[in-house]
């Protein structure tokens, strides 16, 4: 996003063309991200310094995701509960949020990107409101990446304001509880226009799904990292996508009925090389 730099060396270059051609990489990736403050407090800096480090994070996170031809990306920014913060830190996060997205519009322009946004949309404070709006609407007819960002959501909230769609709608007699299928359920939920997510990645080394995507995620695989959002940057994106294509995703099968979808083995072997090589560089 801001300034990107999308020059590769040739052992990044090559580790993304194995990626893609693997034909593994996941269609949908969810991100919790989490661990701004706790990144911030252990420097002696103020949490907010947090956030704004986890900005360059997502820039990194979104331009693999562009380079690999992922299609969706979903990102956790706020939750309904983190409205409990201290009133000095929500307006902080709303500046930086309003702020953020004025100013990377132009690269979500640029690299086609479709942004979205799910949530408690009205909870947000006016001015945000508005440039989410605009945001949306300025790249609504893009066709790239769609970046979906949850905000003032709540995966249990959806579920209960579908229900309670459907139960109008069945009051209405446009519906009757026979036509109510798992399918018909998520066609009520904000994320309708969304696959599932196949990879669920949460930072911070966290054992839980804090609430997001609740519904969505009965078959997403999930990747804990350790790292705190700030630090998460694209090689630990590279870890974790390594570790989805390698894993075996069964759905209720059993392995034999699988055939050939395990990882051959010496991709994976050439893929770990590579990442190898890529930290090496970075760091």
């Known amino acids: 996003m801001e300034g990107w730099d999308t020059s590769?060396?040739?052992?990044?270059?090559?580790?993304?063309?194995?990626?893609?051609?693997?034909?593994?990489?996941?269609?949908?990736?969810?991100?919790?991200?989490?661990g701004n403050?706790?990144?911030?407090?252990?420097?002696?800096?103020?949490?907010?310094?947090?956030?704004?480090?986890?900005?360059?994070s997502v820039r990194e996170v979104v331009k693999v995701a562009v380079q690999l031809g992922i299609p969706y990306l979903t990102l956790y920014a706020f939750s309904m509960e983190n409205w409990r913060r201290p009133q000095v830190?929500?307006?902080?996060?709303?500046?930086?949020?309003?702020?953020?997205?004025?100013?990377?519009?132009p690269e979500l322009q640029r690299h086609g990107i479709r942004l979205r946004a799910i949530g408690k949309l009205n909870a947000l404070p006016r001015r945000v409101q508005?440039?989410?709006?605009?945001?949306?609407?300025?790249?609504?007819?893009?066709?790239?990446?769609t970046l979906t960002l949850a905000l003032s959501y709540s995966g249990r909230w959806d579920i209960v304001r579908a229900v309670q769609m459907i139960a109008i709608d069945v009051r209405r007699g446009k519906l009757s509880p026979e036509d109510i299928t798992e399918e018909r359920f998520a066609s009520y939920l904000l994320t309708r226009e969304l696959p599932e997510p196949d990879l669920l990645i949460r930072t911070s080394g966290e054992m839980r799904l804090s609430n997001f995507l609740l519904w969505e995620s009965a078959y997403a695989e999930i990747y804990v990292s350790n790292l705190y959002w700030p630090d998460f940057r694209r090689?630990?994106?590279?870890?974790?996508?390594?570790?989805?294509?390698?894993?075996?995703?069964?759905?209720?099968?059993?392995?034999e009925q699988l055939g050939a979808y395990r990882l051959a083995e010496e991709i994976a072997t050439e893929l770990e090389e590579l990442l190898h090589a890529v930290e090496r560089r970075v760091h």
Request: charged fraction near 30%.
């Open 130 to 145: 508005r440039v989410v709006a605009d945001a949306l609407q300025a790249t609504a007819s893009n066709t790239g990446l």
């Open 8 to 34: 590769l060396s040739e052992v990044e270059q090559r580790l993304q063309e194995l990626l893609r051609s693997s034909g593994r990489l996941p269609k949908h990736v969810a991100i919790i991200m989490d």
């Open 89 to 105: 830190e929500i307006r902080t996060l709303m500046e930086l949020l309003h702020y953020y997205l004025r100013r990377e519009l």
């Open 37 to 56: 403050g706790r990144w911030a407090q252990e420097r002696g800096l103020p949490r907010v310094e947090g956030h704004r480090q986890g900005i360059q």
């Open 235 to 255: 090689c630990a994106f590279y870890r974790a996508l390594l570790d989805y294509i390698r894993r075996e995703r069964r759905f209720g099968m059993i392995s």
